[in-house]
Each structure stands twice: as C-alpha cells, then as structure tokens.
C-alpha cells in the first residue's frame, strides 16, 4: 500500500512537471453561453423560451463537462505514465 501511494505521488510530480497540452474546452463555453442566453430571455420575460434555451444549455454543460473532465484525466496519466 506504501509502495503505491509512493508511485502516485511520483506520478503526481513527474505529471505536473511537463508541459501540458491545451485542451480544447470550446464546446463547454458555448454550452455555457447557452445558459447565459436562456438566463437574458428570462430576464426579458420570455419564460418559456427562456427556460428551455437554459435547461438545454445546463444539461450541455453537464455533458460537455465531463467529457472534458475525462480528456484532462486521461491525459494526466497518459503523462504520468507514459501509455
């Protein structure tokens, strides 16, 4: 159990040391401006517009967040250790 706590912690350190690629997060952006747009319908008085343009844009977010989340994982240890 020490021995892989040890190889994690060297992971984390070696991981954190090279240079790290840009992910593209374009996609949880637009997601997020999808959100921000439904908010300004709301605001406008356009309900349902307005909510269903939000809880699109929230449910994308969701998604699109996660697989970004996934990608980011994914290549910390793809670095860390060199698969």
Do not use: C, W
Not at 22 to 44: F, I, L
Not at 53 to 80: C, L, P, Q, W
């Amino acid at each position: 159990m020490k021995l892989l706590a040890l190889i994690l912690a060297a992971a984390v350190v070696v991981g954190s040391a090279l240079p790290a690629r840009a992910a593209d997060d374009s996609k949880v952006k637009a997601a997020t401006q999808q959100v921000e747009a439904g908010g300004r319908k709301v605001g406008d008085g356009k309900l349902g517009s307005g909510f269903e343009e939000m809880f699109k844009g929230v449910g994308n977010t969701i998604v699109e967040g996660a697989k970004y989340s996934g990608h980011a994982i994914k290549d910390f240890f793809s670095r860390a250790f060199g698969s």
